[in-house]
């Protein structure tokens, strides 16, 4: 068990590390609470960003700043301490995985995301854009291969029936994504598989119940449906 633990944390620190390397090359500082409104502003402006973490004079992290909550003030020459909701702290721990990071970003909407250390100070922020591009350079969205989107009752959703279906088939799973759950009782996931040709693999899918909603990538398809259209158009036009 320890040696198992020992090797979780070792790569969450890698992937810590790679996170570290998309980080924006210059440290995004935090605005002390004595910070003007006006001042603020203009440091969004010069970094392009929407919002700014806000420290107390001993580098403790204090809130994130909203650019909607500057311009609403009525005061630009007072404090962004007046404009900043106590209650509005997003944040990571420091070497927080990629997932944390990601939904803290994506549940409050914001375009930083403010590290601290588990004392509470303030370290460094990472931007949308960092995030983002770590995500761009992932092999799952590098390598090549198609994407196949399907759907699936709840109680019959399986990994293991997936794996199955595109190894069955000399393929590899690249990526499985939960896209969107219609309702209670059915499932949408994105695959995305490291061969162009799904069709052995769309088949063994549907065996294990699995609806095909969206093929992208697969050539074959693409020239299927295009021949398909073709003829569609050269009936029409002398019918």
């Known amino acids: 068990m320890i ?21 924006h090359t210059e440290p995004i500082k935090g605005i002390i609470l004595e910070t003007t409104i006006a001042e603020a502003l203009e440091f969004m402006e010069d970094l392009k960003i929407s919002h700014l973490p806000v420290v107390t004079n001993e ?36 070497g927080a995985h990629f997932f944390e990071i990601m939904e803290v970003c994506t549940q409050h909407r914001i375009t930083l995301v403010p590290v601290v250390n588990k004392e509470g100070r303030y370290i460094n922020s990472y931007l949308l854009s960092d995030i983002l591009e770590f995500f761009r350079a992932t092999p799952t969205l590098l390598q090549s291969g198609a994407i196949l989107v399907v759907s699936i009752a709840t109680d019959q959703y399986s990994v293991i029936d997936i794996a199955h279906a595109v190894e069955h088939n000399d393929a590899k799973l690249l990526g499985l994504w939960m896209t969107h759950q219609a309702n209670e009782t059915a499932l949408q996931l994105t695959l995305k598989v490291n061969l162009e040709h799904t069709a052995p693999i769309i088949k063994s899918l549907q065996r294990y119940g699995y609806e095909i909603e969206g093929i992208f990538g697969d050539e074959s398809y693409d020239a299927d449906y295009r021949e398909r259209y073709d003829h569609l158009m050269n009936y029409l036009k002398y019918s």
């Open 59 to 94: 580098g403790m992290y204090a809130g994130l700043l909203s650019e909607d909550a500057l311009y609403e003030a009525q005061d630009d020459t007072a404090y962004v301490q007046s404009a900043l909701r106590p209650a509005f702290v997003p944040h990571v721990i420091e």
């Open 3 to 23: 040696v198992h633990g020992g090797k979780a944390k070792e790569k969450g620190y890698v992937c810590y590390e790679m996170l570290q390397e998309t980080l």
